[in-house]
């Protein structure tokens, strides 16, 4: 069996002024050479400096969004393109936060996706439940609808990896037990396998949702949890590091 490469994101929100480029430069130093994969992303305002910031370490830089036109008239929006040539590698797509304060649906996700593939970003997808739809035992099947949605065939064979994030875990400090995100890995692993084949084996399936040092350990070692998308606990770096060292 494949094992994915371990991925471990942070996720600056729209939080971060130029100060907070010092955290980045302490990530950077502190990152190890071997290990999992790092990376940063911030809000766009920074990711150019903060490219700079990065330069010469092993942590790479995302975006939180893109648009899925190239350019034109769309006032406020980032083309994956602009995050490539401001030196993004990676870039975030269907945030909860993004489908709840933007109506995102699974379709302009996936639009987002292939926006990511033609700028040769590579994306990371979020899918996640309300606690509402957890309660009504509707979380497997929502959360794997939203692979199935939010996944254009066009990934197969490409580098990529899919977030889950509880949406009830996401700053709440909250987190599933270890069985439950077990459980949800390993149907999102399903359907990718159904819809991409073995290909899709080293695609890491990352955990989001109140993710800190302390807990970090107990969850990066669940099964198939190929990594994590951490919020809050990425914004210091010394939080970060305690994360990033825990695999
Ligand atoms: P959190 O956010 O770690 O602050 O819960 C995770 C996320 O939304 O990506």
Redesign the pocket.
């Known amino acids: 069996m494949t094992v994915p490469t371990p991925l471990i994101a942070g996720?600056w929100?729209m939080n971060g002024l130029s100060a907070a480029l010092g955290e980045a430069r302490a990530v950077a130093a502190g990152a190890p050479a071997k290990g999992p994969r790092v990376a940063i992303c911030p809000p766009a305002t920074l990711i150019h400096r903060m490219g700079e910031a990065l330069a010469g370490s092993p942590v790479k830089l995302g975006g939180q969004d893109c648009h899925p036109e190239p350019s034109g008239a769309h006032t406020g929006d980032i083309a994956a393109e602009m995050l490539a040539d401001a030196g993004a590698s990676l870039v975030i797509v269907g945030?909860?936060?993004r489908r709840a304060d933007h109506g995102e649906t699974d379709d302009l996700v996936a639009r987002k996706v292939m926006a990511a593939l033609r700028a040769g970003l590579e994306p990371i997808v979020?899918v996640g439940e309300t606690l509402e739809q957890r309660q009504a035992g509707e979380a497997l099947s929502i959360v794997t609808g939203q692979v199935r949605g939010s996944l254009p065939t066009a990934l197969g064979g490409k580098a990529f990896s899919v977030?889950y994030?509880p949406i009830w875990?996401?700053?709440?400090g909250l987190t599933p037990t270890t069985a439950e995100i077990e459980e949800m890995h390993r149907a999102i692993r399903a359907t990718l396998r159904e819809l991409f084949g073995a290909a899709a084996d080293t695609a890491p399936i990352l955990y989001?949702?109140?993710?800190k040092a302390a807990n970090a350990g107990e969850i990066l070692r669940a099964a198939e949890v190929g990594g994590a998308?951490?919020?809050?606990?990425?914004l210091k770096a010394e939080d970060f590091l305690g994360i990033v060292r825990a695999i």
Request: charged share 15%; hydrophobic share 30%.
């Open positions: 996720n929100k945030h909860s936060e979020c977030a994030e875990a996401i700053g709440t989001g949702g109140s993710v998308l951490v919020g809050g606990a990425s």
